[in-house]
Structure formats: C-alpha cells, structure tokens
C-alpha cells in the first residue's frame, strides 16, 4: 500500500524558530516532493529529492532512504511561512500526506 | 509564463447536473493530473495521462470522465454532479523524469447543492 503519512497537523511557531515537519513513507518511492499550500489554496513545489539534502534559502529538505523519512526545516522562521506543508511520495503516481499547518506568530 | 491553468475558479452546480473543468498548460509536458482535495484529507488522484490520447484511472475515478486530445489540454468532466463531488479540483502537469516536479493550477472550488 502506497501511504505517505507526516506529522505534525498542526504547528504553531514564534517568528525566529526552527521548526521541522516530518514525512514517512513506504516502499517503492523513487522520489520525494515537498509542496507548500498558500492561505488562498495556490500549491508550490519546494523540494524534490530522492538522496540526501537539498536547500533554498532557510529551507531545507532531508530524505533517509534507509529509514523511509523525510524531513522539512525552516530556519529563523517568519509570518510568511505560515502556510500548508504538503509532501508527497512518487511510486511513479503521487500520493499525497495529509499537510502540515504551520502558523507563525510575530 | 501561464503554467497550468484552470477555468472556472468557483462553480456552484446543482445535483444530476453536468460540467466541465478545463486544464490547459503550456510547459509541453507530457503527463497531466487531476486531483481533489477534502477538508483534512492529502490531495487524491482522479485520473491522470502520460500522453495525448492516453488516460487512466487514478484511485478516486467514480463520477468522472477525461480526455486528452492535444499535450496542452486535460478536461475533467463531471456527469450528474453529487454532493459527495463537492471539493477542490487541482490540475496539475509534469514530465516523466523523476526529479522533476509537478506544477499545479490554482484550483478550481466546485460546491454541488
């Protein structure tokens, strides 16, 4: 069965933490794909990888093939971070996790 | 650059009626998604296609129809419209290769009353 499952649901923040939500997966992905759902519903790719680390600004993405995880950081966060934090598996057809809410208060 | 783009934005359609939402990209890319997203529920494939003239179901196909007849274009038409269609419907395109990620309309918000 092809399950993504992240956690949190929901995450508040205080502007300047580092906070990290957290995607696990079975087998079979050959990639991992991190989007970002805006208050208004618009859905942007942030990251696809399949190895290692990837970053973009204070954005970071991890994947640990060995244990079927994946990891989404974002440094010195700020209100205008506060959006949905989708991930999704490619088997090759995407299935999607649930998101993350992330708020981060001033 | 258009992306993918998705028409209408909003609709409220009445049960048994029908209705098209149309999907239109101009990245080339060969294959084409549609989605739809429920409160608290990951977004969920409807059908997608690799390639003009090739569909196929995806996990969620019931009450839906598609086709592909050119590489820019993926209709998702809606055939005696149910309250349990109520959703968001994201369209989406993007290429084989699997690094490469899929790009995603805006969405379009369908109410069935």
């Known amino acids: 069965k092809n399950e993504v499952e992240q956690s949190p649901q929901n995450l508040t923040a205080q502007e300047g933490e580092f906070i990290t939500i957290n995607c696990s997966y079975s087998v079979g992905i050959s990639a991992l794909h991190w989007l970002q759902q805006h208050p208004g519903g618009g859905i942007v790719s942030l990251f696809m990888?399949?190895?290692g680390k990837k970053k973009h600004g204070r954005l970071i993405a991890t994947i640990n093939i060995q244990e079927k995880h994946s990891s989404l950081h974002i440094t010195a966060s700020h209100p205008r971070d506060s959006a949905v934090y989708i991930c999704a598996g490619r088997y090759p057809q995407f299935y999607f996790g649930t998101g993350t809410s992330l708020t981060v208060i001033p | 650059n258009a992306g993918v783009t998705q028409t209408p934005k909003f609709r409220i359609l009445k049960i048994g009626q029908s209705m098209t939402l149309q999907c239109t990209q101009d990245m080339n890319h060969n294959y084409m998604y549609w989605y739809r997203q429920d409160p608290g529920m990951g977004l969920k494939l409807i059908y997608y296609s690799v390639g003009a003239g090739i569909t196929d179901k995806g996990e969620v196909p019931n009450g839906y129809n598609v086709s592909r007849s050119t590489t820019e274009d993926f209709p998702l038409r809606l055939e005696l419209a149910a309250p349990s269609q109520t959703s968001v419907y994201f369209c989406?395109?993007?290429?084989?290769?699997?690094?490469?990620?899929?790009?995603f309309g805006d969405g379009t918000r369908l109410s069935i009353l």
């Open positions: 990888l399949s190895s």
């Open positions: 989406a395109s993007g290429s084989p290769h699997n690094l490469q990620p899929q790009h």
